[in-house]
């Protein structure tokens, strides 16, 4: 049975480090969530604390409702598949996998069972008799995650468990999360630093930043709703820009930026908002004669082929650059280095977001 897992004001201190500052957070039963955040961001240390391999400084843990802050990790319904893997190298696969059973005082033929089923899940049906050292690193990661699901876990806790893999297995095996947690049904909690990871496997993911959440959501809420610059940048939206001027008007937004007004349709409220940030792919090109008001001057500054697009650099009028993607059937009206263009912006183009308090120092 699925778990739900309750964050209540945590905050974990290491010395003068805070890992963890009040984060709240409710994760739902069967949801597949993804702690998303660069090195030292505080994921694994918030990992732990689900699995109960620590404890914070303050604040609790529940699953269900019911506080588990102090319940050791071996009596907690989760389980915890560890970047390292930490297979028994002395064991067989089978008797890897039937481990925590024989821990728990299950019985050899009820084990037995188990391990069968639980090796088929995982595609390693056969292999119970293999040396776990004589597997690919595919496989082993296989056996560790069977490992972990044979216990039938109402809560599964995946601490990068991709990193060392080469790009096709981790696809491979990225895909296979996605089906293990549809089949299992259970709370699955993954710790990753890649933001394809997530986005492709996530119901809902947190971005984390300095051991703070910096927004939850479901993955497009990202790329809508940026929480700030800091979010905008993580999503893959690298370039932000800084408008003179950001004002309703009627239902639009109109931003004053390198000297020129643009109408940004129906954009988002501009309350808090300084900045706008840049979806490349929704920038298009257009002759100098393009309407003012939809457009902004520009210069290309350089491009470079990323295969199904030319990636433009260009210069707005007061220095700010930004990137336009440009699909390749356009090739003939690709305009030089050094030519100045108009670019035309569709909707969602430019997202209008707040710098966030972290980053508002940060060089852009
Ligand atoms: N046992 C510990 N003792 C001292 N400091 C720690 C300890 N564990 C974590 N920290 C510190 O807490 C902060 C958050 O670390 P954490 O490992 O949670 O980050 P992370 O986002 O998981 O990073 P990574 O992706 O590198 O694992 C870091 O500054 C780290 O140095």
């Given at each position: 049975m699925a778990i739900s897992i309750g964050i209540d004001n945590v905050t974990r201190t290491f010395g003068t480090v805070k890992?963890?500052?009040r984060v709240g957070l409710k994760i739902e039963a069967g949801e597949f969530f993804t702690l998303l955040g660069s090195s030292g961001s505080g994921k694994s240390t918030l990992l732990k604390l689900i699995g109960g391999f620590d404890r914070p400084t303050t604040g609790r843990v529940l699953f269900d409702g019911q506080?588990?802050?102090?319940?050791?990790a071996n009596r907690r319904p989760s389980n915890t598949v560890f970047q390292?893997?930490?297979?028994?190298?002395?064991?067989?696969v089978g008797e890897n996998v039937a481990y925590g059973l024989k821990v728990k005082g299950v019985a050899a033929s009820e084990r037995k069972k188990r391990v069968e089923s639980t090796l088929a899940l995982v595609d390693l049906?056969?292999?119970?008799?293999?040396?776990?050292?004589?597997?690919?690193g595919g496989q082993r990661q296989r056996v560790a995650l069977a490992r972990a699901l044979v216990m039938e876990p109402g809560i599964l806790l995946l601490d990068e468990?991709?990193?060392?893999?080469?790009e096709r297995l981790r696809q491979q095996m990225r895909d296979e999360f996605g089906r293990l947690h549809q089949r299992t049904g259970s709370t699955f909690v993954l710790v990753t630093h890649n933001q394809d990871e997530a986005l492709s496997l996530s119901d809902r993911m947190a971005i984390m930043h300095k051991g703070r959440l910096e927004q939850v959501g479901r993955p497009a809420d990202f790329f809508a709703n940026p929480a700030n610059d800091f979010v905008a940048r993580f999503v893959g939206m690298e370039r932000v820009l800084k408008p003179e001027r950001l004002e309703r008007s009627g239902s639009d937004t109109v931003a004053v930026i390198a000297g020129e007004r643009l109408v940004l349709p129906g954009?988002?409220?501009?309350?808090?908002m300084g900045l706008l940030a840049v979806r490349p792919d929704r920038i298009s090109l257009a002759n100098v004669h393009a309407a003012p008001g939809s457009s902004l001057a520009a210069i290309v500054a350089g491009r470079q082929f990323r295969g199904r697009f030319f990636d433009f650099y260009l210069e707005l009028g007061d220095g700010q650059k930004l990137d336009a993607e440009i699909p390749i059937e356009f090739a003939d009206a690709w305009p030089e280095t050094g030519k100045p263009v108009r670019l035309e912006f569709a909707g969602g183009a430019l997202v209008p977001v707040p710098a966030s308090g972290a980053t508002a120092n940060r060089d852009t």
């Open positions: 890992a963890l500052e506080d588990v802050t102090d319940m050791p390292d893997l930490a297979l028994f190298p002395h064991m067989s049906t056969g292999f119970a008799e293999r040396n776990v050292n004589l597997l690919s468990p991709l990193t060392g893999l080469d954009a988002r409220d501009v309350g808090e």
